[in-house]
């Protein structure tokens, strides 16, 4: 199932009552017992981009895990606009499966204006775009199955449960099969795919789930296509207790920053 087809429900449904959309999505975005994170929140952000002026565009997207959502089972999508300003719309999407709240997002949408204020992000990732991919072995029963819609080539840091002392992963990511039309839907889908930086820490596969995830886009946006590679740099900022805390900044092909990302995940290693 791919991606455009599961966005394209969203729109469709919408359109004809932004407050009924039902969806079911394969087995093929599994992620454990739960559906990828990425593609949940993705669809939720899409939900609430139907409810809010094209004009204004996503500034930050912060979403909680609050339970799984099944596989191949239906779910519904709620979107309730807290407040339409002038310049900022807030809006509020949860998914609903057996009438339990699985995850809850809050976006803030805000049209561009003129400012004096104008700083520039001086950060550049400075990795060689993946002429040779280092990509992420696919291991039977432990590579999550979502990834099989991904494409990530690796820079810096180890993959998970190699046992490695490294705790940050730099690398690059992009869609295998390519969407029609890259949106904001997608980058929100990509940017998630990446393991938690903490669990090449790990020797043998342990348990890991993103409890909280906030996500902030930096405007404007350059044009890309679906074929282009994203520039991914994550640290662990700390871990204890077995609550890991990462950050991480993604760049386009260009070397622009596009997006900041910022997890809490727990792990039961």
Same mark, same amino acid.
Request: charged share 20%.
């Given at each position: ?9 969203? &729109? ?39 409810? #809010? ?34 310049? #900022? ?17 809050? =976006?803030?949408?805000?049209? %561009? ?16 775009? %993946? ?10 029963? #432990?590579?999550? &199955? ?18 490695? &002392? ?14 029609? #039309?890259?949106?904001? =839907? ?18 043998? %596969? ?27 740099? =994550?640290?662990?900022?700390?871990? =204890? ?29």
């Amino acid at each position: 199932m791919h991606i455009d087809t599961l966005l394209n429900s969203v &729109k469709q449904q919408a359109e004809l009552n932004i407050n009924d959309i039902k969806l079911s999505v394969s087995s093929g975005w599994e992620q454990g017992r739960t559906l990828y994170g990425g593609i949940s929140a993705s669809l939720v952000y899409q939900a609430m981009r139907e409810a #809010v002026d094209s004009e204004k565009v996503m500034r930050s997207l912060s979403t909680n895990f609050i339970g799984p959502i099944e596989a191949g089972s239906d779910f519904s999508i709620i979107v309730e606009v807290l407040r339409e300003g002038k310049n #900022v719309t807030q809006v509020v999407g949860r998914v609903l499966q057996d009438n339990k709240v699985a995850l809850m997002s809050q =976006a803030s949408f805000g049209i %561009p204006r003129q400012s004096k204020v104008n700083v520039s992000d001086p950060l550049q990732h400075k990795m060689d775009y %993946p002429e040779k991919p280092n990509f992420m072995p696919q291991i039977p029963k #432990v590579t999550p &199955k979502f990834l099989g819609h991904f494409d990530l080539s690796k820079n810096k840091g180890g993959w998970p449960f190699t046992g490695t &002392k490294e705790s940050a992963v730099h690398g690059w990511m992009r869609f295998k099969e390519q969407p029609s #039309v890259f949106s904001d =839907a997608h980058l929100i889908a990509l940017i998630d795919i990446w393991p938690p930086t903490v669990l090449q820490i790990l020797c043998s %596969p342990a348990m890991a789930s993103t409890m909280s995830w906030n996500l902030e886009f930096i405007h404007p946006h350059q044009k890309v296509s679906g074929v282009d590679w994203f520039a991914y740099q =994550a640290q662990t900022r700390q871990a =204890a207790d077995g609550y890991a805390h990462t950050e991480a900044n993604i760049w386009d092909k260009n070397g622009t920053l596009v997006a900041i990302s910022r997890q809490v995940v727990a792990v039961f290693a």
